[in-house]
């Protein structure tokens, strides 16, 4: 079972450019989430969707957009990039829909993006 | 404001014992998580406590002290495969994890 893919796995992006990082998974999960984790720090959540159709703001959601057209797909745009979202970002599922933390996350293997 | 501690580091040698220590204080509790992270890789899920006390799973034990705001991840018989970051996180009282920076475990032979 492939599980979570993320893709690209790596990235290196210039200033003021946009891009979109692929969610893809196969578990029929009705919950996803876009995290950035950065050196030092606790994973961060960034946006986040419990069932197909909905989204929702997280703790550092400026900057990035997210759309959940169906159960598998849950992609994370930065229209306009900056330094500051250098990160490694990690797409993550979960068959609760009860909120972030009531079910065991899968996570994707992660995005690492570098904006310059 | 919300906060996990976790030691940065921890070093221990293969077939030893390692007690990764998490302290919290957050606005409510519904639950406390661990995570495995190797390096450049995906965080898998190890255990989850919402009552006080030790669960155990094989290798690794999980504790937790609600009124302490404390808990830990105990590992015996380490291997060299252990060698991983280890995440704490906490579920508050609006169901949101409140992750702490993790704890990087060096086992060494």
């Known amino acids: 079972t492939a599980g979570i893919t993320q893709a690209p796995t790596s990235q290196i992006l210039a200033a003021g450019r946009s891009m979109t990082l692929r969610c893809t998974q196969d578990?029929?999960?009705?919950?996803m989430y876009w995290y950035r984790q950065d050196l030092g720090l606790g994973l961060r959540l960034i946006h986040y969707?419990?069932?197909?159709?909905?989204?929702g703001k997280g703790e550092v959601p400026d900057g990035y957009s997210v759309s959940r057209a169906n159960t598998d797909d849950f992609p994370l745009t930065l229209a306009s990039a900056v330094p500051s979202q250098t990160s490694v970002y990690f797409c993550?599922?979960?068959?609760?829909?009860?909120?972030?933390?009531?079910?065991?996350?899968?996570f994707g293997e992660g995005s690492r993006l570098t904006v310059l | 404001g919300q906060n996990i501690d976790q030691p940065t580091e921890m070093t221990a040698t293969e077939g030893a014992i390692v007690q990764i220590n998490c302290t919290y204080q957050t606005s409510g509790f519904n639950g406390l998580f661990w995570y495995q992270q190797h390096a450049g890789e995906a965080p898998t899920f190890l255990s989850y406590?919402?009552l006080d006390g030790l669960e155990e799973k094989g290798r690794f034990s999980s504790f937790l002290s609600r009124s302490k705001g404390y808990s830990y991840l105990l590992l015996k018989e380490l291997q060299m495969k252990d060698s991983a970051s280890y995440l704490c996180a906490v579920l508050d009282s609006n169901y949101q994890l409140i992750w702490g920076a993790g704890t990087k475990l060096i086992i060494k032979p």
């Open positions: 406590n919402v």
């Open positions: 993550a599922s979960s068959d609760s829909t009860g909120g972030e933390g009531t079910g065991e996350l899968f």
């Open positions: 578990m029929r999960h009705n919950a």
């Open positions: 969707s419990n069932t197909a159709g909905t989204t």
